[in-house]
């Protein structure tokens, strides 16, 4: 159980964070750079994605077909419960994601792993960004 | 289009690394990183997970603090909009569109796209292309300078 619920989940957020702040995506500048295709245009993020996909892809696609169930998990196996329609939530809750992801230059990795810094403007971000989902659970 | 302030190593390195913490996540538990599903699932109180949601965003928080005691090749921190109402909008069309759309970035954009998902491709490109135009949009009006 400690393995399960505190080992795992902790070493796997804190490496998660450790690759987000190395591959510039705390920066927002850099992620607004990658969204400014018709101006100056930083590349970089694509290699972020890319680089990430090239290591999980095997882990959906491979190795897990192969397993009857995670290393530390076997009561609830893999996990199952994903949504394969494309609905209209889905088109206009990306379309306010990403609109909102532009404005500011962060999503909700990168905003919590730069938590940290100390800084304002992210906290003013962090807190709009946990009430925008709270009001999406009380709204519909 | 002018390309300008391409760091491809640092950010193949920490993609590469944020990918191992995916495929751990996946292979050792079962779960798929997606960030605002379970950043939500925290702090919504959901009992189911609560635990390993909690120390996984714990671990999210204490992994960047970690990192400043070693050398690494900081790529910096600037905001260029600092408008707090364009802050506050920012934040709640992220917070309520992730949980409308059902994921972020790492949601959909990395674990979706890893798992050949044609529902989560869809999302990813619709909130890239959203973003694309908003960025355009706002050097148009002028509120930012990229």
Known sequence: ?140 | MNIVNFTPIESLTGGIIIGLAVAMLYLLRGNYTGISGIYFNVISANKSGFIWRSFFILGLLIGPVILSFFPYKNLGFEMPVTNPLLIIIGGLLVGYGTQLGSGCTSGHGVCGIGRLSIRSIVGTCVFVGAGVITVLILRIVGWVSL
Not at chain 1, 38 to 56: H, K, Q, R, T, Y
Not at chain 1, 118 to 140: C, E, H, Q, W, Y
């Open chain 1, 1 to 140: 159980m400690i393995m399960k619920n505190i080992i795992i989940p902790l070493a796997c957020g804190l490496i998660f964070g450790v690759g987000l702040v190395i591959a510039g995506m705390t920066n927002p500048s850099k992620v607004m750079g990658f969204l400014n295709i018709f101006g100056n245009w930083d590349p970089s993020l694509m290699f972020v994605m890319g680089g990430a996909i090239i290591v999980s892809m095997p882990a959906f696609l491979l190795i897990g077909k192969k397993m009857k169930s995670p290393v530390f998990n076997q009561e609830e196996g893999f996990s199952q419960q994903l949504k394969r329609n494309i609905d209209r939530p889905l088109i206009l809750g990306s379309a306010m994601f990403g609109v909102g992801w532009a404005l500011v230059g962060f999503c909700p990795g990168p905003v919590i792993a730069a938590l940290t810094l100390v800084d304002g403007n992210v906290f003013i971000f962090f807190i709009s960004m946990s009430i925008g989902m709270l009001i999406k659970k009380r709204v519909f």
